[in-house]
């Protein structure tokens, strides 16, 4: 069975400072991973996946087989970041999105 | 933006009522999806739908739930008797495509309470 650890409920950081939201996966496949973000009283929505190897609003994230890990990083927090962080799996071949969650991280940057 | 929109966003049922949640995707998505959060746990999949049948679904999809597209536009899941633990918000998703390169997305939820 898929499973998606986020180990931290939250983490507080200073604005400036950086950031390493923790993501580990059990899978037995070849995932497909994602970091999905919700801001205070919206939706959830897409910040990045694995597969384009993009950076989107300084975030970035590496996935690393050998740790099964895709933390997500930024260097210099922002105020705007503070939000929950959700840690995604998708199993390879799937004909859908049948996604597993992590339990979620809430991240608050302090100014 | 074209979004995912769910009513009604808040509902209110007793014990053993039906409910029905709405969703309406996004209009040139093919997929379509619900996955509900209980409060302070994961957010958890519950069914698929393509090509007016379910695809895929969860264990805890059981006969209690039903998903139906009854037109061109909504996309509907029905609780047939409620039970307090079904209390949770509820999020419809909806995809241009399967693949991974068709981003998911969500609405902003019905939170349903059970009392």
């Known amino acids: 069975a898929q499973r998606v650890t986020q180990p931290e409920k939250l983490l507080s950081v200073f604005k400036g400072a950086p950031v390493e939201l923790k993501c580990n996966y059990s899978y037995s496949g070849s995932p497909e991973l994602f970091w999905y973000v919700q801001y205070s009283r919206q939706r959830l929505q897409l910040l990045l996946r694995?597969?384009s190897r993009e950076s989107i609003k300084g975030f970035t994230a590496d996935l690393n087989k050998g740790e099964t890990s895709f933390h997500l990083k930024k260097p210099f927090a922002q105020e705007e970041d503070s939000a929950m962080y959700y840690c995604a799996l998708r199993s390879s071949g799937a004909g859908s999105y049948q996604l597993t969650f992590g339990k979620g991280t809430k991240l608050s940057v302090i100014p | 933006e074209p979004e995912v929109t769910q009513t009604p966003s808040h509902q209110v049922t007793q014990m053993g009522q039906e409910v029905i949640l709405r969703c309406v995707p996004i209009s040139n998505h093919l997929y379509f999806y619900w996955y509900r959060q209980i409060l302070g746990q994961k957010v958890e999949f519950l069914v698929s739908f393509y090509n007016n049948e379910i695809s895929e679904k969860s264990e805890i999809f059981d006969d209690q739930f039903s998903v139906e597209r009854p037109d061109g536009s909504n996309f509907t899941l029905k609780i047939r008797s409620t039970k307090l633990e079904d209390s949770a918000m509820y999020f419809c998703a909806s995809t241009r495509w399967g693949g991974a390169d068709s981003p998911l997305h969500f609405g902003n939820g019905t939170r349903l309470t059970v009392t």
């Open positions: 694995h597969i």
